[in-house]
């Protein structure tokens, strides 16, 4: 059962900051939120993962609401290669199982 | 340069003719895993590997086959392939588990006709 929800779609234009939500109501205490992202149909990349705070690195931004049933990923200046699918994943209970959901496609435009 | 590399890129067969696709990774991880990539059905983790000699189920196990006698390798194996295997799969590994950044391959596409 997916653990999270993602819009299907978004459009953002280029040089705008793109903000991706999601939804994890039924997130536990030691679970963390991985981002993904996978272009055309390239072996999928890390962005960035958090388990309370907010994180930042070269790539993008992770806000974690307080209460941990939500987050943002932000792309800050967004380009024409984030055009992607980007998935947001909370990680089962096991350590070796991995379930992706369907992701946001996000089209960048000129 | 880090990275995993499958093996095929790409390949046709037929019914029933065992095929292999290869994985392998240099730097080092424990983790490893098998996934594939169907229109409308996403991204689905077919069988994964916490180190060497230990291997488990993901969603979608059904007519494959894994080993992992090596850290570096971690083949999947049809032994009969059929047409529902039709897909694009992903190998990927990490330091440790699933819960740590995965590093994925770039593909192998499979026909099977």
């Known amino acids: 059962d997916a653990k999270t929800t993602q819009p299907p779609s978004m459009d953002c234009a280029e040089g705008r900051a793109a903000n991706l939500p999601c939804n994890h109501s039924?997130?536990?205490?030691?679970?963390?939120v991985y981002w993904y992202r996978q272009i055309h149909s390239q072996g999928p990349q890390y962005i960035i993962h958090?388990?309370?705070n907010n994180e930042t690195n070269e790539m993008a931004s992770l806000i974690i609401t307080e209460d941990r049933k939500s987050s943002t990923l932000i792309l800050p200046h967004a380009t024409l290669r984030d055009t992607a699918v980007y998935y947001c994943i909370v990680l089962t209970d096991s350590w070796g199982k991995f379930q992706f959901g369907a992701g946001t496609q996000v089209v960048v435009t000129p | 340069e880090a990275q995993v590399t499958q093996n095929p890129r790409y390949l046709i067969t037929v019914t029933g003719k065992k095929l292999t696709v290869t994985c392998s990774q240099n730097m080092n991880h424990e983790y490893m895993s098998w996934y594939r990539q169907d229109p409308g059905l996403g991204l689905r983790q077919i069988y994964y590997?916490?180190?060497?000699?230990?291997?488990d189920k993901g969603d979608v196990p059904e007519g494959y086959k894994v080993s992992r006698k090596e850290k570096r390798n971690f083949p999947l194996i049809l032994e009969s392939p059929s047409p529902n295997q039709t897909s694009l799969y992903f190998c990927?590994?990490?330091?440790?588990?699933?819960?740590?950044?995965?590093?994925f391959g770039d593909g192998t596409r499979l026909s099977i006709l």
């Open positions: 590997s916490m180190n060497v000699e230990v291997t």
């Open positions: 958090g388990l309370k």
């Open positions: 990927a590994s990490s330091p440790v588990s699933s819960n740590q950044p995965q590093h």
């Open positions: 039924t997130i536990s205490g030691n679970e963390y």
